[in-house]
C-alpha cells in the first residue's frame, strides 16, 4: 500500500489547514502521527476505515478532526486553531487489522508533509 500525504504549510496560530493522505488501496485503519524535531514520533488520531471509529490525542481534541473518504481511499486531518507546538512533520499511516494509537502497530506509512505554525 502506497501513502502520499499533502497539504502542509505555513500558517498563523489560530490558522487551519486540512492535510490529505491519498492511499493506493484499502486497509483496516488510518492515522496521523508527526514528529518534531528533537522529539519523538507521536500519535495523532486514527479512524477505522469500515466503521468510521475515531480516536484523538488529549492535545488535538477539540481541534482536529480525522475524516476518510471510502470512495477515494482518502484519509483527511482537518486542523483548526493551530499552536506553535503543533509544529512537525505531519505522517500518514496504515494498517491491515486492528487499530489504535501505536506506531509500531502500523504497517504502512507516507513520506511526511511539514505543518509549520508561527506565533
Known amino acids: 500500500v502506497q501513502l502520499q500525504a499533502s497539504g502542509g504549510g505555513l500558517v498563523q496560530a489560530g490558522g487551519y489547514l486540512r492535510l490529505s493522505c491519498a492511499a493506493s488501496?484499502?486497509?483496516?485503519?488510518m492515522g496521523w502521527f508527526r514528529q518534531a524535531p528533537g522529539k519523538e514520533r507521536e500519535f495523532v488520531a486514527a479512524?477505522?476505515?469500515?466503521?468510521?471509529?475515531?480516536i484523538y490525542a488529549d492535545s488535538v481534541k477539540g481541534r482536529f478532526s480525522i475524516s476518510r473518504d471510502t470512495a477515494t481511499n482518502t484519509l483527511y486531518l482537518q486542523m483548526s486553531s493551530l499552536k506553535p507546538e503543533d509544529t512537525a512533520v505531519y505522517y500518514c499511516a496504515a494498517r491491515g487489522r486492528g487499530w489504535g494509537p501505536r506506531a509500531e502497530d502500523y504497517d504502512y506509512w507516507g513520506q511526511g508533509t511539514q505543518v509549520t505554525v508561527s506565533s
Open positions: 479512524i477505522s476505515w469500515t466503521q468510521g471509529v475515531m
Open positions: 488501496a484499502r486497509t483496516y485503519a
